[in-house]
């Protein structure tokens, strides 16, 4: 059984450009949740889809950010325009409905210069 | 202060030494995740406790709801141990809220 992959594994970046990152659940969950590492920093809450719903996105830190699941499978987490500070690694996680364990995709590591 | 809370947040150990690492937490939560962070930054669930204790190989994880404590030992101690190694409580809803992490080096 496939894991949770994400895309890209890095990806460097201007200021004021624009990143899409990409998670594919395992098949069949309906969590999606979205972390993020600053450098030095606890790993943080983003948000959490259940199926192609936000369930929970208080943790997205402003609207340069936006998150998507069309469809109910994959995500998309796009930051736009970038900041110096978006710099990190975002982690992808997925569950089943009703279980406690969250299965993490690999990361991405976003470099913003 | 964080709702979760790690120490220590480095640790050396030589190869074969017992190693515990503690995560206290501040919070309700429904579950404790131990998660690990290799050096290439990816990330690896090691186990998931509501109660009681998991043993999976060399490592064991146990949990304390009263005293809101858990602990992640490593028995036998290998290089290959050296990672992050991260706790994360189950809060509102299913979302996580993680410790800052325990770096671990094993040295040869």
């Known amino acids: 059984e496939a894991g949770v992959t994400q895309f890209p594994s890095h990806s460097v970046i201007e200021k004021g450009q624009t990143v899409t990152l990409r998670c594919d659940p395992i098949?069949?969950?309906?969590?999606l949740y979205w972390y993020r590492r600053v450098m030095g920093k606890e790993i943080k809450f983003l948000l959490h889809?259940?199926?192609?719903?936000?369930?929970?996105e208080s943790g997205m830190p402003n609207n340069r950010f936006l998150a998507e699941r069309t469809g109910g499978t994959y995500s998309t987490l796009k930051v736009q325009p970038a900041e110096l500070e978006d710099s990190g690694v975002y982690f992808c996680?997925?569950?089943?409905?009703?279980?406690?364990?969250?299965?993490f995709g690999p990361g991405t590591r976003l470099t913003v210069l | 202060k964080n709702e979760v809370e790690q120490s220590p947040q480095n640790l050396t150990a030589q190869e074969g030494e017992f190693i515990t690492i503690n995560c206290s937490y501040s919070?309700?939560?429904?579950?404790l995740h131990w998660l690990q962070q290799h050096p290439g930054g990816g990330i690896v669930s090691l186990f998931m406790?509501?109660?009681g204790k998991k043993k999976h190989g060399r490592l064991i994880a146990t949990i304390n709801i009263q005293e809101k404590h858990s602990s992640l030992h490593i028995t036998a101690s290998h290089p290959r141990d050296s990672a992050v190694y991260i706790c994360?409580?189950?809060?509102?809803?299913?979302?996580?809220?993680f410790g800052e992490g325990t770096q671990l080096t094993v040295n040869p």
């Open positions: 996680a997925s569950s089943q409905v009703r279980q406690y364990t969250q299965y």
């Open positions: 098949s069949g969950h309906d969590n």
């Open positions: 889809f259940v199926k192609e719903s936000k369930q929970d």
């Open positions: 919070v309700g939560i429904s579950a």
């Open positions: 406790l509501s109660s």
């Open positions: 994360g409580g189950q809060t509102s809803g299913s979302r996580l809220t």
